[in-house]
């Protein structure tokens, strides 16, 4: 047991060594406003991170690897914050106090805390689920060259006060030695990183970077490669925050004067990094296959930054990569975290006198690695493919990838202009902006007739004739998505696009995942608006399955119904041929859209077929006038009914079962009987008239599913048997049989190739 623990601590430890670089160099980017300062205060800072806050979060966290550390967007925020104190208090940065920077930074590092237990007692750790790719990877792009920029005066040499103010001076004092140094140490960490990619790459590059600066110096003098950094004099860090808390009518009298971008800075630390860690959370958990609580890390992030906010602390977030350095190194849980806060504790006390020696160009040159490494690479080529060869709207998925390049290129461009700030709030009103966006254009999947796609009843011929000019005037409508107050309209609006002549207007809601008061209020609207038109509102999708959707639906109707049913009667008057509209819910609800799609095809036959077609409405038929026997004379019939064999049905009883061998084929006289799969979803129903099974004893193979009795039903069977007998004494009917069999089966495929041809929009 000892063994596993010694190996988790010591690898924690060369985790927090791996780490060493990205820590000193964001310590020095959060407080560069402070120019020469920064390193002094910035290192001690990034180091109380790793120290207290990260021991904090790794005490109460409860996930697989709790470990802390600074990020470079919070960095950079810290960043602004400084500067926009600066331009307040009109002074360089030479001139701007030790106990003004702690006491700013620690107000904001705190309550970014109490924000972040806020956000973790309100549960708005699933929020972080909800934002779009691309405004995240807008956000970070943003932050990487804003990144990338903050490293120009180290590479160039040059007072960071002269930058970006005095551009030009700063260009004309810069020295290129200190530009090679950098960009030589990024592009060997690159190297390391491609070719051994379990190597601590960043820490290998900055020591080569270390020693090759001091052999350069060494061998050139003349040679100007930038400055080092200050060493980490814990002695003018401790007594700046022991006068912080000692006095704290002062703190808060120096805090007042900036309380303003103070709060807004701590909303935004809580909003990022909150964000930042809830990502990388999610990514260990994919990781590792747990499920954190994000309740509780927020919780335990919180805590963390108050802590750290108390002694100096730069903002603490879950790093991912100081997690992986961890891993890889052997380190498992919170032993290897509390074995890297160890270390890192050991680094402050024993080699804060060796940070002097470390170039400002080598950490650049580090930065700029953590930049690229920060840019999300996916988003910039497709931006270049957009740029490059632009798609066109009609291509699928074209519209949704514009929007997505469009989006990330916003919040990138205010992030650089306007800063971190500025690119969170237009990010998040941007997240909102799509997601309602994406409810109001998703919610219409597709718009049809019945001659586009026609119910799976199949029908005697004569009837399928008369289905042929009424199926144009049955209308569907598919909805997906949510029903809510904010695409309610579009659901009342569909009223107009109904033509002038249709007959039933069929709402689909099979994909429809809530309802709410304005969208049931919407439907009876776009219900009275049909009924002027003389055409009736169908739903479907409200089965058992949908049943939770269906009592909602129901719960909201009868609050209009009077007035639904009041406009409904006055367009019935002043349109009679439009039939009954308005009235309970439960007499237009269908099980599914083919259901529906029947219903309207039943209704509308009622109006069109002629005497004597009763048939098509579930009527008795003559076995004469059924398709197996039509075009015989009345000698043939007479001979044929002669071998068929006579079959009762009672409602929900089965004719034949999937993998049945084909025993004949049947004709339907009365009732109604389905082709449903074992799970019960009906592939096809057969009406009065018709006939079925022939296909399995043409080809002589098994039956593809089941047939129900929708309701009691009569049939006659004509086996293989009997047909061979039929062909040997009367071969001309035989034959006449066969070609009905044929054409029966031609008028089934022409049905369906015509529905496809429709919805293909092939002539």
């Excluded at 300062?37 to 709790?66: D, E, H, K, Q, W």
Aim: hydrophobic share 50%; net charge positive; with cysteine.
């Amino acid at each position: 047991m000892l063994p596993a623990l010694l190996r988790s601590f010591v690898g924690g430890a060369v985790g927090a060594v791996v780490c060493l670089a990205i820590v000193l160099t964001l310590g020095v980017l959060a407080l560069a406003p402070l120019g020469s300062r920064a390193a002094l205060m910035g290192v001690p800072a990034a180091f109380a991170c790793v120290i207290v806050s990260a021991t904090i979060f790794s005490i109460l966290s409860r996930s697989r690897m709790a470990a802390g550390g600074p990020s470079s967007p919070t960095a950079l925020i810290i960043s602004y914050l400084l500067g926009q104190v600066l331009r307040q208090e009109q002074a360089g940065a030479s001139a701007m106090s030790l106990t003004l920077v702690l006491a700013v930074l620690s107000a904001a590092v705190i309550g970014m805390g109490f924000l972040q237990m806020l956000m973790g007692v309100l549960k708005l750790g699933r929020l972080a689920r909800f934002v779009p790719q691309p405004v995240l990877a807008g956000f970070m792009n943003g932050v990487a060259v804003l990144v990338l920029l903050a490293q120009v005066p180290a590479l160039l040499a040059v007072a960071p006060e002269l930058w970006p103010g005095h551009a030009w001076q700063a260009l004309h004092q810069s020295h290129m030695g200190a530009l090679l140094l950098g960009l030589a140490t990024a592009g060997l960490v690159g190297v390391l990183s491609w070719v051994a990619p379990r190597w601590p790459a960043a820490l290998l590059g900055m020591m080569l970077g270390l020693l090759g600066f001091h052999l350069a110096s060494a061998t050139w003098p003349e040679l100007n490669l930038g400055a080092t950094l200050d060493a980490l004099e814990a002695g003018q860090y401790l007594p700046g925050l022991l006068a912080l808390w000692a006095e704290p009518v002062a703190t808060l009298s120096l805090l007042a004067q900036h309380a303003r971008p103070i709060a807004l800075t701590a909303l935004l630390l809580a909003m990022v990094g909150s964000l930042e860690s809830l990502l990388n959370l999610r990514a260990a958990d994919q990781r590792s296959g747990e499920q954190s609580d994000e309740s509780r890390e927020l919780w335990a992030l919180g805590l963390a930054n108050i802590g750290g906010g108390l002694v100096g602390a730069l903002p603490m977030t879950r790093s991912r990569s100081r997690a992986v350095a961890i891993e890889m190194a052997g380190g498992r849980g919170g032993v290897g975290a509390m074995g890297a806060v160890l270390c890192s504790a050991l680094l402050v006390g024993f080699a804060g006198e060796w940070l002097a020696y470390l170039p400002r160009a080598v950490l650049a040159g580090v930065m700029l690695t953590v930049a690229f490494n920060l840019l999300d690479r996916r988003s910039i080529q497709q931006l270049l493919r957009q740029l490059g060869r632009p798609r066109s709207p009609s291509e699928s998925g074209g519209t949704a990838r514009r929007d997505g390049v469009l989006t990330m290129s916003l919040v990138c461009l205010l992030t650089l202009w306007q800063g971190p700030g500025a690119g969170v709030i237009l990010g998040l009103l941007l997240s909102i902006l799509l997601f309602l966006r994406g409810l109001n254009r998703s919610l219409v999947r597709s718009r049809f007739s019945a001659q586009q796609r026609p119910s799976r009843r199949v029908y005697p011929p004569q009837v399928e004739q008369q289905l042929r000019a009424v199926r144009p005037h049955i209308l569907a409508v598919e909805l997906e998505g949510a029903l809510f107050f904010g695409n309610a309209d579009r659901v009342k609006d569909e009223a107009q696009h109904v033509p002038v002549g249709a007959s039933c207007l069929i709402v689909d809601l099979q994909r429809v995942l809530s309802i709410d008061e304005s969208a049931a209020m919407a439907l009876l609207q776009l219900d009275v608006g049909l009924a002027r038109k003389g055409c009736r509102l169908l739903l479907a999708g409200l089965g058992p399955h949908n049943s939770p959707l269906r009592r909602q639906l129901m719960d909201y109707w009868p609050e209009a119904s009077a007035a639904a049913t009041a406009a409904a009667t006055a367009a019935a008057t002043a349109a009679p041929n439009a039939g009954p509209n308005a009235g309970p819910i439960s007499g237009r609800c269908y099980l599914d859209l083919d259901h529906a799609l029947e219903a309207a095809e039943r209704q509308a036959l009622q109006t069109s077929l002629g005497p004597g077609q009763e048939q098509a409405l579930g009527g008795a038929v003559p076995l004469a006038q059924c398709s197996l026997l039509r075009d015989l004379s009345a000698a043939q019939q007479a001979v044929a009914t002669a071998y068929l064999q006579p079959l009762s049905l009672k409602a929900g009883e089965r004719l034949f079962k999937e993998g049945d061998p084909g025993q004949g084929v049947y004709m339907l006289t009365r009732g109604s009987i389905s082709i449903v799969s074992g799970s019960g979803q009906r592939f096809m129903s057969f009406s009065a008239g018709t006939m079925l099974g022939e296909l399995a004893m043409l080809d002589g193979q098994g039956r593809s599913a089941d047939a129900v009795a929708d309701q009691d039903a009569e049939v006659f069977l004509l086996t293989p048997q009997a047909l061979s007998a039929m062909a040997a004494a009367d071969p001309l009917l035989c034959s006449r049989l066969y070609r009905n069999m044929a054409l029966h089966l031609a008028t089934r495929l022409r049905v369906a190739t015509g529905a496809w041809r429709s919805a293909a929009g092939v002539q």
